[in-house]
């Protein structure tokens, strides 16, 4: 019988699950991995809705009282963050993966609320377009990003502005990690164009549990722009969770 953990890696916003298929790879020859994919789920207004949705997933993968390592990049440590706060006793290790514990602030919301308006009006593709250059170092190369571009457009408008509004709406969940009884891993990116690395490091502070690596020469999409470094920081983090 497989004694390793159960990885789950929830992708964020604006991309899909093959966002992840360098570190599915690497971390399957190790730990048995599933990769759920939400990027065209659009009947779901709320981050809580998402989480339910990755809880039936892993109930049929671990059963109902399995535990699991959740890997939540951006969104999707949004979803794996109420996944925590919901079942605790299901969770091993949690991983902020350029993701945050914070709610948006005023300024961010109606920031939002106008990429909806955008997003019900001209579609996915420009969308895509403008920030998936926003999620890289900006000296990431622009021939690399473009095949991203290229599938990412195809996500469909509706489930995009669905995700933004769940985004949008979601509360602080700082106190899901001052009172983590798991282990929790941040991986930032030192050059994140859309998570403020300097506050969202403040969480280190929250509570002895929390740890935080940081990818120097990473954005917001270290899977692809440092992959080496950071499957190091998971399988480190995994390997050393509690028996």
């Known amino acids: 019988m497989n004694q ?49 949705l990755i809880s039936k997933h892993l109930a049929a993968e671990a059963g109902a009282d399995g535990q699991v390592v959740l890997v939540g990049h951006s969104m999707g440590g949004y979803i794996a963050l109420a996944f925590a706060e919901r079942y605790p006793n299901r969770v091993k290790g949690l991983v902020l993966f350029h993701s945050t514990a914070y709610a948006d602030d005023d300024a961010k919301k109606a920031q939002r609320q106008q990429t909806i308006g955008k997003l019900n009006t001209v579609g996915a593709e420009p969308f895509i377009e403008s920030t998936l250059p926003k999620m890289v170092a900006p ?41 983590a009884s798991f282990p929790v891993l941040l991986i930032l990116g030192k050059q994140d164009q859309l998570i403020a690395y300097d506050k969202t490091a403040t969480l280190a502070e929250l509570s002895d549990q929390v740890q935080l690596v940081t990818l120097d020469q990473s954005g917001h999409l270290g899977m692809i722009e440092e992959p080496e470094a950071a499957v190091q920081a998971l399988q480190t983090f995994i390997d050393g969770l509690p028996a």
């Open 4 to 52: 390793q953990p159960l990885v789950c890696l929830i992708h964020g916003h604006g991309v899909d699950a093959t966002i992840w298929q360098r570190v599915d790879a690497d971390l399957s020859a190790k730990f048995p991995v599933v990769v759920p994919d939400v990027a065209h789920v659009a009947t779901h207004r709320s981050i809580d809705e998402y989480a339910e």
């Open 139 to 179: 000296d990431y190369p622009a021939d690399q990003l473009k095949p991203y571009i290229d599938r990412y457009r195809t996500i469909p408008a509706d489930a995009l502005a669905a995700g933004m509004e769940a985004i949008m709406g979601r509360p602080d969940r700082t106190d899901v990690l001052r009172t």
